[in-house]
């Protein structure tokens, strides 16, 4: 089988802080008109496309600076695999215990055109804000395909069974 070269790819860092039910991650609600009302299955990990030729960890690492305007903690990257999202783009995470203050946050923003059909560009936050929120809620926030990394989490840090 030969590799589809024109696959979108995407990495990116799932920070966390504490163990056990005090286990929290830091998930952004994704920016843009979409997602403005929309508050269950719209955040995300902090990710971004990456092409072939940049290594996924650089990516995941890159990424979360553009999207959070912070840079990652220092730390180890602990790989949490990856996951087809329902549109087809292959997401890959990584862990990474820390800490961060969500009020200095400075999103990276998009550009497109909206309404769609006026002829207009408009400018919007990649990510309109973060927040931590323990697993139990990030369950029921985050889009449905990346629940499986906060999975792979849980089992990680707090030896839950593997899904």
């Known amino acids: 089988m030969t590799e589809n070269r024109t696959e979108k790819r995407s990495a990116g860092i799932l920070l966390f802080r504490g163990t056990g039910v005090a286990t929290e991650v830091l ?19 902090p ?10 960890e650089a990516a995941a690492r890159r990424e979360f600076e553009e999207e959070l305007g912070l840079p990652p903690p220092g730390g180890e990257l602990l790989p949490l695999g990856s996951v087809r999202q329902t549109g087809g783009k292959l997401v890959a995470v990584w862990a990474l215990a820390g800490d961060l ?5 400075t999103p990276g923003t998009f550009t497109m055109e909206w309404p769609r059909g006026s002829g207009r560009m408009r400018e919007f936050p990649e990510i ?25 989490l849980d089992a990680l840090v707090n030896g839950a069974p593997l899904p």
């Open 47 to 56: 990710k971004g496309e990456y092409t072939e030729e940049e290594p996924p």
């Open 128 to 152: 309109d804000r973060v927040e931590w929120l323990d697993l139990e809620r990030a369950r029921t926030k985050i889009v449905a395909k990346q629940g499986l990394f906060l999975d792979r």
């Open 27 to 45: 998930l952004g609600h994704m920016g843009g008109p979409f997602w403005a009302a929309k508050d269950e299955r719209a955040w995300s990990v």
């Open 101 to 105: 203050d969500p009020e200095e946050v």
